[in-house]
């Protein structure tokens, strides 16, 4: 038997996919659906540390009240409609499906109120916060709305953070981390390829149904093993549109305050108290309560 016979005669290799190990429906309050917070699940997929799966109708919109954080990144995206952003420093736009609302809370900053009604009645989105590294968490504050158009799309996912088959985000978040929002056609199928040391991962469907070796559904949260691809095929009924997000796990630990998130006492400390001190120049609540967004408030 000749080299390129045996070679032909071997079975092909098998794709070892991952599976879901976790799935949770969260827990609910009005519109809001939180997947994870850092004292359950975010502890497991950290950097991962916080999803909210959101809804806002048209008699809702604006109730988010103005509050702080720190050590965080935040980072929202839209699965269905828009809202507008109204900025000194960032100009006025549309975040719809694609697009980003990225606020490095970093040392300190309030907001809530940045992204006001936009043309749509519904919107349904996702807000995911990430842990910082220790030489972020308490550093200079970056916020930035980017819209679709300026967002890099592979295949059926849009880059919203990390990199996807060479191409990046232009969000300028911390190393080692990707998140793809992902919309695939009735029983389209597509495979993700984690980059290496990306052990860290989940998956969260906004509306339709997916198979990834289990069946999720609209408002599932489903988390993954530590190794192998992940492959997703949507059921006949599609569309169906979801959040992936994989990471190197974070390797410091979780220190929390009421809205913070830190690696350690002393990182809290400084930033509850930078908190502090915004929310004593912040104008007062009345004049917050306007038809335009209101711009986050970092001081100076």
């Given at each position: 038997?000749?080299?390129?016979?045996?070679?032909?005669?071997?079975p092909?290799?098998?794709?070892?996919?991952?599976?879901?190990?976790?799935?949770?429906?969260?827990?609910?309050?009005?519109?809001?659906?939180?997947?994870?917070?850092?004292?359950?699940?975010?502890?497991?997929?950290?950097?991962f540390?916080?999803?909210d799966?959101?809804?806002?109708?048209?008699?809702?919109?604006?109730?988010?009240p103005?509050?702080?954080?720190?050590g965080?990144?935040?980072?929202?995206?839209?699965?269905?409609?828009?809202?507008r952003?109204?900025?000194?420093?960032?100009?006025?736009?549309?975040?719809?499906?694609?697009?980003?609302?990225?606020?490095?809370?970093?040392?300190?900053?309030?907001?809530?109120?940045?992204l006001?009604?936009?043309?749509?009645?519904?919107?349904?989105?996702?807000?995911?916060?990430?842990?910082?590294?220790?030489?972020?968490?308490?550093?200079?504050?970056?916020?930035?709305?980017?819209?679709?158009?300026?967002?890099?799309?592979?295949?059926?996912?849009?880059?919203?953070?990390?990199?996807?088959?060479?191409t990046?985000?232009?969000?300028n978040?911390?190393?080692?981390?990707?998140?793809?929002?992902?919309?695939?056609?009735?029983?389209?199928?597509?495979t993700?390829?984690?980059?290496?040391?990306?052990?860290?991962a989940?998956?969260?469907?906004?509306?339709?149904?997916i198979?990834?070796?289990?069946?999720?559904?609209a408002?599932?949260?489903?988390?993954?093993?530590?190794?192998?691809?992940?492959?997703?095929?949507?059921?006949?009924?599609?569309?169906?549109?979801?959040?992936l997000?994989?990471?190197?796990?974070?390797?410091?630990?979780?220190?929390?305050?009421?809205?913070?998130?830190?690696?350690?006492?002393?990182?809290l400390?400084?930033?509850?108290?930078?908190?502090?001190?915004?929310?004593?120049?912040?104008?007062?609540?009345?004049?917050?309560?306007?038809?335009?967004?209101?711009?986050?408030?970092?001081?100076?």
């Amino acid at each position: 038997m000749t080299v390129s016979t045996l070679a032909a005669s071997l079975p092909m290799p098998t794709r070892q996919d991952r599976r879901i190990v976790h799935i949770t429906r969260g827990r609910g309050h009005g519109g809001i659906v939180r997947l994870m917070s850092p004292s359950d699940l975010g502890e497991r997929l950290k950097p991962f540390v916080f999803l909210d799966l959101f809804e806002i109708d048209g008699e809702t919109m604006g109730g988010m009240p103005v509050h702080p954080h720190s050590g965080i990144a935040t980072v929202t995206v839209l699965a269905e409609g828009d809202l507008r952003f109204d900025d000194p420093e960032q100009g006025q736009g549309t975040i719809a499906y694609g697009a980003v609302e990225w606020m490095r809370a970093s040392g300190g900053v309030w907001h809530g109120q940045e992204l006001s009604r936009g043309e749509a009645s519904h919107v349904r989105g996702f807000q995911l916060w990430i842990a910082l590294p220790p030489e972020l968490e308490n550093g200079p504050v970056e916020n930035a709305y980017i819209e679709a158009k300026a967002m890099p799309q592979v295949g059926p996912a849009r880059v919203i953070l990390g990199q996807l088959d060479g191409t990046s985000s232009p969000v300028n978040a911390p190393a080692g981390i990707t998140y793809l929002l992902v919309t695939l056609g009735a029983n389209e199928e597509w495979t993700y390829e984690p980059p290496v040391g990306h052990s860290a991962a989940f998956v969260a469907v906004s509306s339709g149904t997916i198979d990834v070796g289990s069946t999720l559904r609209a408002g599932d949260m489903g988390v993954f093993d530590h190794d192998g691809a992940m492959h997703f095929q949507a059921d006949a009924d599609g569309p169906t549109t979801f959040v992936l997000g994989s990471a190197i796990p974070h390797p410091h630990d979780l220190v929390l305050g009421y809205y913070s998130v830190h690696s350690s006492e002393d990182a809290l400390i400084r930033g509850e108290t930078r908190i502090a001190e915004l929310g004593s120049l912040l104008p007062p609540a009345g004049s917050l309560k306007r038809e335009r967004s209101v711009p986050v408030f970092k001081g100076a």
